[in-house]
């Protein structure tokens, strides 16, 4: 079956450590690539996202995403976590071949140690 | 600021109770949809609607079920709960945007026992 993949469950790291977390999605054609985030009792909200032109976008709160067709994936980064990146984050793709409907990851939780 | 209000925040409710999660939007989107979420598991779509008298159900098969008569108001219904029904149940709304991200509740944290 068609899907999105986040391969890390469970991150825990120091702040000012770097932060890469992957995802893969398994569509072809026309894909549209999100981020969401969800902190500690807040709802889900939009980090950052992909629809054409520079593959590297750059998101809220220093956060920046790299899409590579040839890999079929979307990894989120950030170069210096801070404690308050505590949150969990969400892997998004609205594909043709899903019928434009948006399709999420499992989610990665990520606790950052002050 | 919250433009999608879900009531109740929690429930816990006993087998066999019809229960009724709402969802209201002030933003005037058309699109609105039912995401299920299991504690560490990924988003399922289990409705959604593209405007009043539009419904349709989502990739995860649900018994709830949902009406759109109001732009406004996406309520979901479960006839009968049952403990497999617990889970978190997330409301979100788009524009008619192709792309258009999703804004999604708080949610509701329903709990059959």
């Known amino acids: 079956a068609q899907s999105v993949s986040q391969h890390n469950h469970h991150v825990i790291l120091s702040e000012a450590a770097s932060l890469e977390l992957g995802c893969n999605y398994s569509y072809g054609g026309t894909v549209n690539l999100f981020w969401y985030v969800q902190y500690p009792g807040q709802h889900l909200q939009l980090l950052l996202k992909y629809f054409s032109g520079d593959p590297l976008v750059k998101g809220i709160k220093g956060f920046e995403a790299e899409f590579i067709k040839s890999k079929f994936s979307f990894n989120l980064r950030k170069p210096s976590v801070q404690w308050s990146d505590t949150a969990e984050y969400f892997c998004?793709?609205?594909?043709?071949?899903?019928?434009?409907?948006?399709?999420f990851g499992g989610g990665t939780r990520v606790l950052v140690k002050p | 600021e919250a433009d999608i209000y879900q009531t109740p925040r929690y429930l816990v409710i006993g087998t066999g109770k019809k229960i009724t999660l709402e969802c209201s939007q002030t933003?005037?989107?058309?699109?609105m949809y039912w995401y299920q979420q299991d504690p560490g598991m990924e988003l399922h779509l289990i409705h959604y609607?593209?405007?009043?008298?539009?419904?349709e159900k989502g990739d995860l098969s649900s018994e709830s079920t949902v009406s759109r008569i109001r732009t406004e108001h996406f309520p979901l219904t479960l006839e009968s709960a049952r403990p497999s029904h617990t889970s978190q149940y997330l409301c979100?709304?788009?524009?008619?945007?192709?792309?258009?991200?999703?804004?999604f509740g708080n949610g509701t944290r329903l709990t059959v026992t």
């Open positions: 979100a709304t788009s524009t008619d945007d192709y792309n258009s991200p999703l804004h």
């Open positions: 998004a793709v609205n594909a043709e071949a899903a019928g434009n409907k948006l399709t």
């Open positions: 933003m005037g989107h058309d699109k």
């Open positions: 609607s593209y405007g009043v008298n539009s419904t």
